[in-house]
């Protein structure tokens, strides 16, 4: 069995922009979907999949934002259902072209999901279960953007680390994707924060030591520097955005809700959240790169004589 | 390639994991529904006699401070805004120059078991005028109908939230005729927003009789025709939970008695 990453894109490449032009669309529809809980806008528009029984409501208050997300959503059902075809016809590896269909597939439940939500009027549950399959999503589309990289296949072959990182990428990884859940938790609940705030330490604690890692070793691909150097500055810029709408809200506790500041802090929250997690897949999907380049670099090496 | 699943199977889990917890959820379904419209009741309605009919009046206070009032923001918003020549304020807290508060439910609580009254026919009225809900607080009947105007030249959607209704959610067009609307279960309060306009939000109170009332400019309360009896009066602000919220009250054939009530922010 074969246990290492897919190394060779072939002609993939030539589906690399798209893909990163999907990842740049899926990032807005997530700050757009911020937009829509920030703004109560959830259910300004009651039916679904239409909007008010037509593809062009009034736009008028909230229904902008909620009308809004819903184009932007269709128009990366559709560049997704693009870039399923382009990555199914152009790529050779086995596990990326799967992806494309496993990123449509999930757009396309996630496309339910939203109708689901406004249809039984925002249940908590499918609520974070919407929140938390965007950022899955998102993290498809990056995958894809950056397995069909130039970067992905400019690393050095001998490329290895001094120290194993596989295993701390994967769990930063997981780890923030688990803080995002408890993010959403939080918000889509008004639960308690405690959760999210021990997250929040469990994921500080693991990309330090992961970037810390990564600055240790040595001979390791540029594209795993830059995505640890900017997993360092976006964690830095999310717990203060963290502290900011958590100050925030306890400012305006007696507002009249809504408030603009508010909005603009914790959406901003969302989408630094969604990049991290992003650098956190290009970081592991590097990182098993690395240790897959290791491995066969060991392989040809041939076994030193043992001096009698 | 194993590593590769091995990355993709933690979203993967955690999506069932979500998902399972989300198939946990509880609704209220028709049969439920229909079983509160239905025929358990008593057959014998209540009827108060006027002449013995006893009122139950007062006013409600408040004590230390309030928080300030805080405009509503209809700026972003030009077919809102264009409807005041003032600034708007939130009715949330509403005090009154005389230490009273408007926008209090008050009702009986307690002492009309196994009673039960006829359900008015005439609508109570809830308009959407000037991106504000008209009145802040209305109290029905169960099964009362219930007129929803939109007096706006803008789209509003009516959505009530209530924990023991069946939820809704439904918009209105400007110049769209009014809808009807009933609650057949008792519950004090629903909350019902526009989530076009979020800073809309009004509250109704449900109640299987007809002794109920809202505080007003003054403060005051009047609870008219009730049978003499021994009550609990009740009061519900959406802000202001503690203080004195019950008081019990017994009033003979004809009689009128006030009780005060003083509510204080939470401490």
Redesign the interface.
């Known amino acids: 069995m074969n246990h290492s990453l897919p190394t060779s894109i072939g002609s993939a490449g030539s589906y690399h922009y798209f893909a990163v032009v999907t990842a740049c669309f899926t990032f807005l529809l997530i700050v757009a979907g911020a937009l829509v809980t920030g703004n109560e806008a959830g259910l300004s528009v009651p039916d679904w999949p239409l909007s008010y029984g037509s593809l062009n409501p009034p736009w008028e208050g909230n229904i902008r934002y909620e009308h809004g997300h819903r184009l932007v959503a269709a128009f990366v059902g559709l560049l997704t259902i693009a870039l399923a075809v382009w990555v199914w016809k152009k790529e050779t590896r086995g596990p990326v072209r799967k992806l494309g269909w496993i990123a449509l597939g999930v757009v396309v439940a996630q496309g339910i999901l939203g109708g689901i939500t406004v249809l039984w009027y925002l249940p908590a549950p499918i609520s974070v279960l919407h929140a938390c399959l965007a950022q899955t999503f998102f993290c498809l589309v990056v995958s894809l953007a950056w397995l069909s990289s130039p970067a992905w296949t400019r690393q050095r072959r001998e490329a290895s680390s001094s120290l194993p990182l596989n295993r701390l990428a994967m769990a930063t990884a997981g780890a923030i994707y688990l803080q995002l859940l408890l993010g959403a938790i939080f918000r889509h609940t008004q639960s308690g924060i405690l959760p999210h705030l021990l997250g929040a330490l469990l994921v500080t604690v693991l990309a330090v030591c992961l970037v810390a890692r990564v600055f240790q070793s040595q001979r390791l691909p540029s594209g795993l520097t830059v995505a640890a150097t900017s997993l360092g500055i976006l964690l830095a810029l999310q717990l203060l955005l963290g502290l900011a709408s958590w100050l925030l809200r306890l400012a305006t506790a007696d507002a009249v809700q809504p408030q603009f500041p508010v909005v603009a802090v914790t959406t901003a929250h969302v989408a630094v959240g969604a990049l991290i997690l992003a650098a956190s897949v290009i970081l592991a999907l590097q990182s098993f790169r690395v240790r897959s380049e290791g491995r066969r670099a060991e392989s040809r090496v041939p076994a030193t004589p043992v001096n009698p | 390639?194993?590593?590769?699943?091995?990355?993709?199977c933690?979203?993967v889990g955690?999506?069932a994991a979500?998902?399972a917890?989300?198939c946990?959820?509880v609704?209220i379904d028709d049969e439920d529904l229909d079983e509160v419209d239905g025929t358990d009741a008593p057959a014998v309605v209540t009827r108060v006699d006027p002449a013995t009919a006893a009122t139950v009046n007062g006013k409600v206070y408040f004590e230390g401070d309030l928080?300030r009032a805080?405009?509503?923001?209809m700026d972003a918003?030009p077919?809102?805004a264009g409807l005041h020549t003032k600034p708007v304020y939130?009715e949330?807290v509403v005090p009154n120059d005389n230490n009273t508060l408007r926008h209090v439910f008050v009702y009986v609580k307690e002492g009309l078991e196994g009673m039960m009254f006829e359900t008015p026919t005439e609508p109570a009225i809830l308009d959407q005028k000037g991106c504000i809900y008209l009145p802040h607080m209305l109290g029905v009947q169960i099964n009362q109908p219930v007129r929803i105007l939109n007096s706006d030249p803008?789209?509003h959607?009516v959505?009530p939230?209530p924990r023991n209704n069946r939820?809704w959610?439904?918009?209105m067009?400007p110049n769209v005729p009014p809808k009807m609307k009933q609650f057949p279960r008792e519950e004090v309060m629903i909350p019902v927003k526009c989530?076009?306009?979020?800073?809309m939000k009004s509250y109704i109170g449900v109640l299987p009789h007809p002794f109920f009332s809202v505080t007003g400019a003054d403060g005051s309360f009047e609870i008219t025709g009730l049978p003499p009896g021994e009550y609990t009066i009740g009061i519900w602000h959406e802000f202001l939970k503690e203080g004195v919220t019950t008081q019990k009250v017994t009033v003979a054939a004809s009689e009128s008695k006030s009780v005060d009530f003083t509510l204080k922010q939470a401490s």
């Open positions: 390639m194993m590593r590769l699943k091995n990355y993709l933690l979203p955690l999506l979500l998902f917890g989300a946990g959820s609704d928080p805080r405009r509503l923001a918003e077919a809102c939130s949330v803008t789209t959607n959505h939230t939820e959610n439904e918009s067009a989530n076009v306009h979020p800073w």
